[in-house]
């Protein structure tokens, strides 16, 4: 985070407020840094009968079998959306995944849905041919209800519509088709929306699952997809990358709004710039560097941005030396002479490319270096390919995990996306700004924790989840926890409070443990809902004090509704991330209609 907590805002910075992953290897942001960190691949090599596609296929001497399988992506609950079990199994995998990632980007933010009176952008990037393979729904003649249920589940235009209708949000909602760079793109519009005041909130990201799943694929000379299933960004050995799925969502707000509304910033985008090579390109489908070097020197440009002060290159990374090659060639040009020297890295060595959310697993991995102030190692550059000519350009390839210590002073990471078809797509981003200064935490004050899910199962798993974060994270603040928690989480009927002075007494009353007096929904006391003074919003308090929020706590559990903003008012208190709703998912999944 910056050093100077006193900066002008540039009214056209965006905050990114809340994020959500999952990817090979990975079920939360959190499990994908720490591989990251640990150079973890999270490729995995399969085995025959672990593979569905045509046996011809499987017996191929070129056929690779290898991808990076995504955990779960047959998986859903739609119980926490109040959705039918027949319209969950109608519902492609995309449009499943991209509803939970967007419940959880608001969640990770600090903003319950029911409880935001603002337009919020719903923009998403998946891939038309996923819903064909699911299972494409009958030629209908008919266009009755049943009917455009169907259609509306399956369809790819309507994943970002869904997702806004099934969360009760209001907003502008696009679904894109640019490819590879799908992710870059939905980024890209969300800002011009905010920016533009269409929007007060914006959810951006993309869907991928790619079907048959787990599936490997044939390797051709000099094509994208890697001889041995293995990844190796900028190294003199590499022969391409490997298929992988995912979905990744961010919550983004203008800059100035986010600090003001005391939200946790993860990261600023400084700029972004989308084109597209047309009829300029070498070959159809190939990168053109002066169109990429281009949409590389527009984001740094929108952006104010000079080129010496970005640190870290996360480059499309390939890992076929003619494509890499291209890549290096077009970011110098945009990059230009200069004496500073940029990292340059590829997360695709990881997990592969992702298709529509490959650019998603960039922007993570950068925005969670810009946060950390850590530099990950490109995993399986051990060789790097001298044809790439390092030496005479800014970058330096990271072989090595390092702390990042800017040249400049400043923390920002240029992250560049291409699609085939010509899409080009770079998002430039820069370190969190430094919070206010504020006053130290009130000791011992007494405060309302709060816990909601729709069993009783779930809210245990809630409060294990907690309390392990709060034991891991020993700089969370327990007013923080608590603001995050009451006005940040949708309210579902199983309940839990509890009245605590510290975070020691909250992690003792989550695990459960005497002496801290906690209540729940399975034991909800008997109180007298007269007692509390009304707004339109619930019951408030009588007071602050220990009594007056045990009773406030007693009259929640047994499904009073509470007004959250009253009991915060006047407070100083920020929104922190805190775990997710913990999804109980079963297998949906459709063979026929």
Same mark, same amino acid.
């Given at each position: 985070?910056?050093?100077?907590?006193?900066?002008?805002?540039?009214?056209?910075?965006?905050?990114?407020?809340?994020?959500?992953?999952?990817?090979?290897?990975?079920?939360?942001?959190?499990?994908?840094?720490?591989?990251?960190?640990?150079?973890?691949?999270?490729?995995?090599?399969?085995?025959?009968?672990?593979?569905?596609?045509?046996?011809?296929?499987?017996?191929?001497?070129?056929?690779?079998?290898?991808?990076?399988?995504?955990?779960?992506?047959?998986?859903?609950?739609?119980?926490?959306?109040?959705?039918?079990?027949?319209?969950?199994?109608?519902?492609?995998?995309?449009?499943?995944?991209?509803?939970?990632?967007?419940?959880?980007?608001?969640?990770?933010?600090?903003?319950?849905?029911?409880?935001?009176?603002?337009?919020?952008?719903?923009?998403?990037?998946?891939?038309? /041919?996923?819903?064909?393979?699911?299972?494409?729904?009958?030629?209908?003649?008919?266009?009755?209800?049943?009917?455009?249920?169907?259609?509306?589940?399956?369809?790819?235009?309507?994943?970002?519509?869904?997702?806004?209708?099934?969360?009760?949000?209001?907003?502008?909602?696009?679904?894109?088709?640019?490819?590879?760079?799908?992710?870059?793109?939905?980024?890209?519009?969300?800002? #011009?929306?905010?920016?533009?005041?269409?929007?007060?909130?914006?959810?951006?990201?993309?869907?991928?699952?790619?079907?048959?799943?787990?599936?490997?694929?044939?390797?051709?000379?000099?094509?994208?997809?890697?001889?041995?299933?293995?990844?190796?960004?900028?190294?003199?050995?590499?022969?391409?990358?490997?298929?992988?799925?995912?979905?990744?969502?961010?919550?983004?707000?203008?800059?100035?709004?986010?600090?003001?509304?005391?939200?946790?910033?993860?990261?600023?985008?400084?700029?972004?710039?989308?084109?597209?090579?047309?009829?300029?390109?070498?070959?159809?489908?190939?990168?053109?560097?002066?169109?990429?070097?281009?949409?590389?020197?527009?984001?740094?440009?929108?952006?104010?941005?000079?080129?010496?002060?970005?640190?870290?290159?996360?480059?499309?990374?390939?890992?076929?030396?003619?494509?890499?090659?291209?890549?290096?060639?077009?970011?110098?040009?945009?990059?230009?002479? /200069?004496?500073?020297?940029?990292?340059?890295?590829?997360?695709?060595?990881?997990?592969?490319?992702?298709?529509?959310?490959?650019?998603?697993?960039?922007?993570?991995?950068?925005?969670?270096?810009?946060?950390?102030?850590?530099?990950?190692?490109?995993?399986?550059?051990?060789?790097?390919?001298?044809?790439?000519?390092?030496?005479?350009?800014?970058?330096?390839? /990271?072989?090595?995990?390092?702390?990042?210590?800017?040249?400049?002073?400043?923390?920002?990471?240029?992250?560049?996306?291409?699609?085939?078809?010509?899409?080009?797509?770079?998002?430039?981003?820069?370190?969190?700004?430094?919070?206010?200064?504020? %006053?130290?935490?009130?000791?011992?004050?007494?405060?309302?924790?709060?816990?909601?899910?729709?069993?009783?199962?779930?809210?245990?798993?809630?409060?294990?989840?907690?309390?392990?974060?709060?034991?891991?994270?020993?700089?969370?603040?327990?007013?923080?926890?608590?603001?995050?928690?009451?006005?940040?989480?949708?309210?579902?009927?199983?309940?839990?409070?509890?009245?605590?002075?510290?975070?020691?007494?909250?992690?003792?009353?989550?695990?459960?443990?005497?002496?801290?007096?906690?209540?729940?929904?399975?034991?909800?006391?008997?109180?007298?809902?007269?007692?509390?003074?009304?707004?339109?919003?619930?019951?408030?308090?009588?007071?602050?004090?220990?009594? %007056?929020?045990?009773?406030?706590?007693?009259?929640?559990?047994?499904?009073? #509704?509470?007004?959250?903003?009253?009991?915060?008012?006047?407070?100083?208190?920020?929104?922190?991330?805190?775990?997710?709703?913990?999804?109980?998912?079963?297998?949906?999944?459709?063979?026929?209609?």
């Amino acid at each position: 985070m910056t050093d100077n907590p006193e900066q002008e805002y540039d009214p056209g910075d965006v905050a990114v407020i809340g994020m959500s992953l999952r990817a090979p290897g990975a079920r939360t942001k959190e499990e994908f840094w720490d591989n990251l960190v640990h150079g973890r691949e999270s490729i995995s090599f399969l085995a025959k009968d672990d593979i569905h596609v045509d046996e011809t296929l499987i017996h191929s001497p070129f056929y690779v079998r290898a991808c990076g399988v995504l955990d779960g992506y047959d998986r859903f609950d739609p119980s926490v959306f109040g959705i039918s079990d027949r319209m969950a199994a109608a519902m492609t995998p995309e449009n499943r995944l991209f509803l939970e990632s967007a419940w959880e980007s608001l969640e990770d933010g600090g903003y319950d849905p029911d409880r935001l009176k603002a337009e919020v952008g719903m923009y998403g990037a998946n891939n038309p /041919q996923t819903a064909a393979l699911y299972s494409s729904p009958p030629d209908r003649v008919s266009v009755g209800p049943e009917a455009i249920e169907a259609s509306l589940a399956w369809s790819p235009d309507t994943m970002t519509s869904n997702a806004l209708y099934y969360l009760g949000l209001t907003g502008e909602a696009v679904t894109l088709a640019a490819v590879c760079a799908g992710f870059h793109y939905a980024v890209h519009l969300a800002c #011009q929306s905010l920016l533009l005041g269409q929007t007060d909130l914006a959810v951006a990201g993309g869907a991928m699952v790619r079907l048959p799943h787990p599936r490997g694929h044939l390797w051709e000379e000099n094509r994208v997809l890697s001889k041995d299933g293995h990844c190796r960004p900028f190294d003199a050995h590499g022969t391409g990358t490997a298929l992988s799925s995912g979905v990744v969502t961010v919550l983004l707000k203008p800059l100035s709004h986010a600090v003001a509304d005391r939200d946790h910033v993860y990261a600023v985008v400084k700029g972004s710039a989308v084109n597209n090579n047309g009829v300029s390109a070498m070959a159809y489908g190939l990168a053109q560097p002066e169109r990429l070097s281009a949409c590389i020197a527009a984001a740094m440009e929108v952006g104010g941005v000079a080129p010496d002060t970005v640190g870290l290159y996360e480059a499309n990374g390939l890992g076929l030396p003619m494509t890499d090659e291209l890549e290096v060639h077009a970011a110098s040009m945009a990059f230009g002479k /200069q004496t500073a020297t940029t990292s340059i890295g590829g997360v695709k060595g990881n997990v592969g490319h992702g298709g529509v959310v490959s650019g998603g697993f960039g922007a993570v991995k950068a925005a969670l270096a810009l946060y950390h102030r850590k530099l990950p190692a490109t995993v399986n550059l051990t060789e790097v390919n001298p044809d790439l000519d390092f030496p005479a350009t800014p970058f330096v390839p /990271q072989l090595e995990g390092a702390d990042w210590e800017p040249e400049s002073g400043i923390r920002r990471a240029g992250i560049t996306s291409i699609g085939g078809g010509g899409y080009n797509a770079h998002l430039l981003l820069e370190e969190p700004p430094a919070p206010a200064g504020r %006053a130290a935490e009130e000791t011992g004050r007494p405060r309302l924790a709060t816990l909601s899910a729709l069993d009783d199962e779930a809210l245990d798993r809630q409060r294990a989840r907690l309390r392990e974060r709060l034991e891991a994270d020993p700089d969370l603040r327990l007013d923080d926890v608590c603001f995050s928690l009451n006005l940040g989480r949708k309210v579902l009927p199983r309940r839990w409070a509890a009245v605590v002075r510290s975070r020691a007494e909250l992690i003792a009353a989550l695990a459960g443990e005497g002496g801290v007096p906690a209540v729940s929904t399975a034991a909800a006391p008997r109180g007298d809902a007269g007692a509390f003074t009304r707004t339109d919003q619930g019951i408030v308090p009588a007071g602050r004090d220990a009594d %007056a929020l045990a009773a406030l706590a007693d009259a929640w559990v047994s499904g009073q #509704q509470v007004d959250f903003d009253a009991l915060h008012r006047g407070e100083a208190s920020h929104r922190v991330p805190l775990p997710t709703y913990p999804f109980q998912p079963r297998r949906f999944w459709r063979t026929d209609w």
